[in-house]
């Protein structure tokens, strides 16, 4: 790299050979009035893809920069293993990263405008207060089997938001997020070890500023059946959510009302299914880090048929508690910008306006 990099995409990979090259020419497209590097991450693939992005390397040597871990041949990591690769796939990859600002990109995603690294630059680099952290956008999901999209985030109109205000009603894609690289400031946002995936990832940016936000439909996240989401079923998704609120603390305390709405959803649905056996056993693979966190009421909901009569009834009485005080939090957190912001996205859903 001859000059240094405005911006660092961080790009992980793990056998996605079919994709690499859709994923890779999308990047390289991109308009900018700046450098812009591309550094890539591979879990130790054997399907060719780390052979496709050597070729990418040497093709572009001044942009491109690539990374492969070790890797057991054939094994295969589930659970709280994978969880751990995929830390040390973003960790490195954010440590390694020169620009002023850094995306995260799955290696099966791809950008659909060419302009997204410099939209979001430019509205990052007008913040010379730095009042956020982020600028984020829509995107679509992409099925791959069909070609068929729909964009993943409520319908709403650009705005500004801060951390409480994001973390309490919003999801933006990490594909779809441009981070200051706090990194090269000291600041170091993964010493907590939690995880660097999905909702957790921005939020340990969340300390440092707030998200500003665009509705332009810039990525496809395609849907394939052996994401990692879809490795895991709807419910470990559900607990892996609701540990949030625990795992929250140790980045930023400050957030927890927030957490406990954001984190509604999820709740509901595993106290709603507390008493299926069969889910029981499937919430077993989290134990670990249900305890590790002290989650002791969403362990009292996922072990809630291997626990005594006596927590299952502390079980029952604490949920309708804290369902009630969520409700409380929601009303005081969500301000007149965000029941406006809300109220039009669910005019705009109506209309079909997406």
């Known amino acids: 790299m001859t000059q240094q990099p405005k911006v660092s995409v961080l790009i992980s990979f793990y056998n996605l050979a079919p994709f690499v090259d859709q994923t890779m020419e999308s990047v390289l497209a991109q308009k900018t009035d700046f450098p812009v590097e591309i550094l890539c991450a591979d879990d130790g693939s054997d399907d060719g893809t780390i052979e496709k992005l050597r070729g990418w390397e040497a093709a572009h040597p001044d942009t491109v920069r690539v990374f492969v871990m070790d890797r ?55 913040d010379t207060a730095h009042k956020y952290v982020a600028c984020g956008h829509n995107g679509c999901y992409y099925w791959q089997s069909t070609g068929e999209t729909q964009p993943i985030e409520k319908p709403i109109r650009e705005c500004a938001l801060t951390a409480k205000e994001y973390w309490s009603f919003f999801y933006i894609h990490t594909n779809a997020m441009m981070f200051r690289n706090i990194g090269l400031q000291g600041i170091d946002p993964y010493t907590s070890g939690i995880q660097i995936i999905d909702n957790l990832l921005t939020y ?30 709807v419910y470990q998704n559900y607990i892996l959510n609701a540990l949030m609120l625990y795992q929250q603390k140790t980045v930023l305390r400050g957030l927890f009302g927030a957490g406990l709405v954001r984190t509604l959803f999820e709740y509901t649905q595993l106290y709603e299914n507390r008493r299926d056996p069969k889910l029981t056993e499937e ?50 957190i969500w301000k007149p910008k965000v029941r406006a912001l809300l109220e039009e996205a669910r005019i705009r859903t109506e209309k079909g306006e997406c």
């Not at 293993?81 to 791809?110: H, P, T």
């Not at 990525?219 to 394939?224: A, E, I, L, S, W």
Request: aromatic share 18%.
């Open 204 to 233: 340990q940016f969340l300390p440092y500023g707030g998200v500003y936000y665009i509705p332009d439909c810039m990525f496809n996240y395609r849907q394939t059946e052996d994401s990692t989401f879809h490795r895991r079923s």
């Open 283 to 332: 919430g077993q693979t989290y134990l670990e880090n249900i305890d590790r966190y002290g989650a002791g009421r969403l362990r009292r909901l996922v072990n809630y048929n291997k626990e005594s009569a006596p927590v299952r009834l502390w079980c029952e009485l604490e949920n309708k508690f804290w369902f009630f005080m969520t409700k409380v939090f929601r009303h005081y």
């Open 72 to 126: 057991v041949p054939g094994k295969k990591y589930e659970g709280n293993e994978r969880i751990r690769r995929m830390n040390a796939i973003r960790g490195r990859l954010f440590y390694e990263a020169k620009g002023s600002y850094v995306c995260y990109l799955d290696g099966d995603d791809f950008y659909t405008d060419d302009r997204k690294l410099q939209k979001q630059a430019d509205i990052l680099d007008a």
